[in-house]
Nanobody, 123 residues
Framework: QVQLVESGGGLVQTGGSLKLSCAAS????????MGWFRQAPGKEREFVAS????????FYTDSVTGRFTISRDTADNMIYLQMSSLKPEDTGVYFC????????????????WGLGTQVTVSS
C-alpha cells in the first residue's frame, strides 16, 4: 500500500528556516510527480510546489518563489521542501502529495496524500 509520511515541521521565528521531508513507500512513486500543499487554519488547502519524477521541472506558487526549494531523492523515494526566510503567513499544515492528474495546482488533481506536518512561524 502506498503511503506518504511527512516530517520536519515545527515552530520557527520569522526569517528562520525549516526543511520538510516526505517519505514515500512504493517503488511506483519514483516515477510520479510529487508536490507540497499547505493549509492554514480556516483556509483552503493551497499549492506550494511540485517536482517532476526526474527532478525537473519544478513549479512554485508566487508567494514562496525564491524562498522555498523542492527537491527529491528518487533512489530513496524522498522529497524535500527547504523553506527559508519564513513568514507568519507560511504557517499551516504542510502536506505531501503524489500522482497528479490535471491541474497540478489544485488539490483535487492529486490522488495520494500524507497526513501533514505542522509549521508555525512566530512573528
Amino acid at each position: 500500500q502506498v503511503q506518504l509520511v511527512e516530517s520536519g515541521g515545527g515552530l520557527v521565528q520569522t526569517g528562520g528556516s525549516l526543511k520538510l521531508s516526505c517519505a514515500a513507500s512504493g517503488s511506483a512513486l519514483s516515477r510520479l510527480p510529487m508536490g507540497w500543499f499547505r493549509q492554514a487554519p480556516g483556509k483552503e488547502r493551497e499549492f506550494v510546489a511540485s517536482i517532476a519524477w526526474s527532478g525537473t521541472p519544478t513549479f512554485y506558487t508566487d508567494s514562496v518563489t525564491g524562498r522555498f526549494t523542492i527537491s527529491r531523492d528518487t533512489a530513496d523515494n524522498m522529497i524535500y521542501l527547504q523553506m527559508s526566510s519564513l513568514k507568519p503567513e507560511d504557517t499551516g499544515v504542510y502536506f505531501c502529495a503524489a500522482d497528479p492528474d490535471g491541474d497540478y495546482t489544485t488539490p483535487d488533481a492529486w490522488d495520494l496524500w500524507g497526513l501533514g506536518t505542522q509549521v508555525t512561524v512566530s512573528s
